[in-house]
């Protein structure tokens, strides 16, 4: 960081995650999918990224490990998926959203504009965007939506 800001316009994107069988994701795709401007440093959307892919990784294999029920993509080795191609996209877009929603704080705390609808200082963004992951992950494991429904 240097000066007022940092140029991520510099920095290379970073890979996530690929070298694990899991679908490889990086910092310039999530920067892209997300639309993250590029004032916001290359490692932070790693480090986020990271912690997201671990988080969802996590709740899919233990899901699967701990239930008898089938998921609708096959296992590999280690309860590694093989996941179609729209399955790697369900699986991109929740932990795109899972990072995108981890880093809410650090956005605002970044982004001192005194703009009157910077959403990253909106609690309940969080929460819609975190929905957004969760649906993700469901939809993966073949699970409906969670709701009421109404009869």
């Known amino acids: 960081m240097s000066g007022f800001g ?4 510099e920095a290379d994107s970073i ?5 694990s069988g899991w679908p490889a994701l990086s910092s ?6 997300r639309r993250i401007p590029e004032t916001f440093e290359e490692q932070a959307l790693a480090d986020s990224l990271n912690r ?12 699967i490990a701990e239930t008898d029920k089938d998921v609708p993509f096959a296992l590999g080795i280690g309860l590694i ?15 795109y ?7 809410l704080g650090y956005f605002s705390a970044v982004d001192q504009k005194e703009a009157g609808n910077n959403k990253a200082q909106d609690p309940e963004q969080q929460d819609t965007i975190l929905a957004q992951s969760s649906r993700g992950i469901r939809l993966l494991l073949g699970l409906d939506r969670v709701g009421v429904h109404s009869l």
Not at 6 to 9: D, S
Not at 28 to 33: K, M
Not at 52 to 63: D, G, K, P, R, W
Request: aromatic share 10%.
């Open 28 to 33: 310039g795709e999530f920067r892209t999918h």
């Open 52 to 63: 997201s892919v671990a988080e969802i990784q996590q709740q899919l294999t233990e899901y």
């Open 6 to 9: 940092f140029n991520a316009g």
């Open 81 to 95: 998926p093989n996941f179609t191609e729209i399955q790697i996209s369900i699986y991109r877009g929740a932990v």
């Open 15 to 19: 890979a996530i995650d690929k070298d």
């Open 97 to 103: 959203a899972r990072s995108h929603a981890d880093l």
